[in-house]
């Protein structure tokens, strides 16, 4: 007897240890905060509307009640961003795992908020980044020429 109004706010989970595997091959975000790691799905399930998304919190990250804690303040993000009126971010094909570091035990909740939105974004963002190379100086030696003369 699942409530209709609630699946609306709660994201798809990944359960599975290949499916974890797999967004670890994906593409990275980092932040002081979490690792926002992000793969496509290879089959998309019929039954899965929307991105999947999976936590990992290590022993590093401290003692059992602080790593409860993590995951819990890390699930209310994804329910918050659920529930939001624009919709869960992220792709319809994709799925996320949130790798949280100490800081996220800390750290305000719409900050965390805020990074796990930018790590959707950063992980779907084109390799480069938009950095551009500096040209080389006019005169200056260039990689193409010697520059003991």
């Known amino acids: ?22 967004a670890g091959r994906g593409r990275r975000f ?3 905060r979490m690792t926002l790691q992000g793969a496509e799905r290879d089959v998309v399930t019929p039954a899965v509307e929307g991105p999947r998304f999976g936590l990992t919190v290590s022993r590093k990250v401290g003692t059992a009640t602080e790593r409860n804690r993590v995951k819990r303040r ?13 919709g869960m971010p992220g792709q319809i094909a994709f799925d996320y795992v949130l790798v ?4 996220a035990l ?6 965390l908020v805020q990074d796990v939105v930018e790590g959707i974004a950063g ?19 260039t990689p193409s020429s010697p520059s003991g003369d």
């Open 30 to 32: 980092h932040s002081p």
């Open 74 to 86: 890390l699930r209310a993000v994804l329910r918050h961003l659920a529930g939001a009126p624009t």
């Open 106 to 111: 800390s750290t305000d909740f719409q900050r």
């Open 100 to 103: 949280a570091r100490r800081d």
């Open 123 to 141: 992980v779907h963002r084109p390799k480069g980044g938009g950095r551009t190379r500096r040209p080389a100086e006019a005169g200056g030696p």
């Open 1 to 22: 007897m699942t409530d209709p109004s609630r699946a609306r706010t709660v994201p798809e989970r990944l359960t599975r240890r290949v499916d974890y595997l797999a």
